[in-house]
T-cell receptor, first 113, second 118 residues
């Protein structure tokens, strides 16, 4: 079982709609969770992090965390073509004896004009 | 304030040669992480270093790969006798703190080194 799992997509969403990206993790010791955006050929850039159960909003982005279900999601409202990218979910905690970020395989999102 | 600096951006090596990838963390960051990304895949953890110490190398292949972060200078990821399967993007990230109390800090990534083995 992978430590962090994402649907690899591609996920296609019309412009202006809500894009919903999901992530599950296996290690209950994970303490905080991160969403990175990666454009093709570029490095990952941090969008949001969350460590408490519930929702966290930042502009058009909302991260949701449910520790009981070991589930993290990212909602993008009013999707724009510039949101088209691969979104990487990461969990941070003591994993295999040392703290580090463990990434999922990423979900490729395409916003259709 | 410069971000995480990686060089070279692109590196071409013939099979059997050595590849050296460099990473200078952000100012004030003392923790460095190396990740590898194969085409169409996520980031795979390789190694976590602090100055003069390897903290976790559980993601490093046992042979041909080594990493260091000396007291002075950048962190170096070294791949000896490269093979075609080593072709990938190698990303370095840094953070200001590495322990439990910093668990809410994300990493800042460099622009990566794209290694091509021919």
């Amino acid at each position: 079982q992978k430590e962090v799992e994402q649907n690899s997509g591609p996920l296609s969403v019309p412009e202006g709609a809500i894009a919903s990206l999901n992530c599950t993790y296996s290690d209950r010791g994970s303490q905080s969770f991160f969403w990175y955006r990666q454009y093709s050929g570029k490095s990952p850039e941090l969008i949001m992090f969350i460590y408490s159960n519930g929702d966290k909003e930042d502009g058009r982005f909302t991260a949701q965390l449910n520790k009981a279900s070991q589930y993290v999601s990212l909602l993008i409202r009013d999707s724009q073509p510039s949101d088209s990218a691969t979104y990487l979910c990461a969990a941070r905690g003591i994993i295999q004896g040392a703290q580090k970020l463990v990434f999922g395989q990423g979900t490729r999102l395409t916003i259709n004009p | 304030n410069a971000g995480v600096m990686q060089n070279p951006r692109h590196l071409v090596r013939r099979r059997g040669q050595e590849a050296r990838l460099r990473c200078s963390p952000m100012k004030g960051h003392s923790h460095v992480y190396w990740y590898r990304q194969l085409p169409e895949e996520g980031l795979k953890f390789m190694v976590y270093l602090q100055k003069e110490n390897i903290i976790d190398e559980s993601g490093m292949p046992k042979e041909r790969f080594s990493a260091e972060f000396p007291k002075e200078g950048p962190s170096i990821l070294r791949i000896q006798q490269v093979v075609r399967g080593d072709s990938a993007a190698y990303f370095c990230a840094s953070s200001p703190l590495g322990g439990h109390l910093s668990s809410n800090y994300g990493y800042t990534f460099g622009s990566g080194t794209r290694l091509t083995v021919v």
